[in-house]
């Protein structure tokens, strides 16, 4: 996808970075043949590209008898868009290691913005995508459950 045609999308998205209820105001949606679906935003301890990606799948799940198809049938071949936006410029959006983990076998490509003006939005495949770095929410949750 072209860089301005991202730029545009994103800036589209920023417009819903006050539904974010935490202090990092992250936004993501599905982009299907260049347009904006499922656009979410996080909230503590749910992150918007995984927020977004649910709600495209329990659309999908729902067959034309509203009957619920096996999980596994479900692929997604779409790209979603990142994006972290305050005080009016874009911030780094990369996703979390939680969330390349759950979002790799369905989403073939995620774009996120970087907060650097040189390069403001990368374009990754999910099976290539690295990052060690996980929230300290999710940190705080694995170790409540591993403790017990
Ligand atoms: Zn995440």
Not at 48 to 65: F, M, P
Request: aromatic share 10%; charged share 30%; hydrophobic share 30%.
């Amino acid at each position: 996808m072209k860089l301005n045609k991202i730029v545009k999308l994103a800036s589209i998205l920023s417009r819903f970075v006050e539904k974010s209820t935490t202090q990092k105001k992250h936004v993501a949606a599905i982009i299907e043949n260049g347009k904006i679906q499922y656009i979410r935003s996080n909230a503590p301890g749910v992150h918007a590209e995984y927020s977004s990606y649910l709600s495209y799948i329990s659309y999908q799940l729902k067959c034309k008898n509203c009957k619920y198809k096996p999980y596994k049938n479900i692929k997604i071949s779409k790209t979603l868009l990142v994006i972290r936006y305050e005080n009016g410029l874009f911030k780094n959006s990369k996703p979390c290691k939680e969330c390349i983990e759950k979002l790799r076998c369905n989403v073939k490509k995620i774009i996120y913005s970087t907060g650097d003006q040189t390069n403001p939005f990368i374009c990754e495949k999910l099976s290539e995508l690295e990052n060690s770095w996980q929230s300290n929410l999710v940190k705080k949750v694995k170790d409540r459950v591993y403790s017990k």
